[in-house]
Nanobody, 122 residues
Framework: QVRLVESGGGLVQAGDSLRLSCVASERTFSSVAMGWFRQAPGKEREFVARISRSGATTDYADSVKGRFTISRDYANNTMFLQMDGLKPEDTAVYYC???????????????WGQGTQVTVSS
């Protein structure tokens, strides 16, 4: 029932910025916690950032802390991931997720988007 659609990925150079967007269902957006995950080739899907239902609480993976910012816009049912100071190691498919739990684990989320590719060249 809940659908998530990511956008904003692309090919950038190291040090550049990107803003990822995830549009969610209107009826459920304010009732779910949300998060961003990423998966690089040959690696497991890993936690990037999470945000609570109210947007008051956020958390980040150590690898992106200080560079990425997660937020949500209730008026437009959209979650964002602002990525600054991108590094080649950030290259991955990025997925937005939503669910009943504020979690750093993928198992804590029920709904997933299709992913958007982020490629950072050196």
């Amino acid at each position: 029932q809940v659908r998530l659609v990511e956008s904003g990925g692309g090919l950038v150079q190291a040090g550049d910025s990107l803003r990822l967007s995830c549009v969610a269902s209107e009826r459920t957006f304010s009732s779910v916690a949300m998060g961003w995950f990423r998966q690089a080739p040959g690696k497991e899907r890993e936690f990037v950032a999470r945000i609570s239902r109210s947007g008051a609480t956020t958390d980040y993976a150590d690898s992106v802390k200080g560079r990425f910012t997660i937020s949500r816009d209730y008026a437009n049912n959209t979650m964002f991931l602002q990525m600054d100071g991108l590094k080649p190691e950030d290259t991955a498919v990025y997925y937005c997720a939503a669910g009943p739990y504020y979690s750093t684990y993928s198992s804590g989320y029920t709904y997933w988007g299709q992913g958007t590719q982020v490629t950072v060249s050196s």
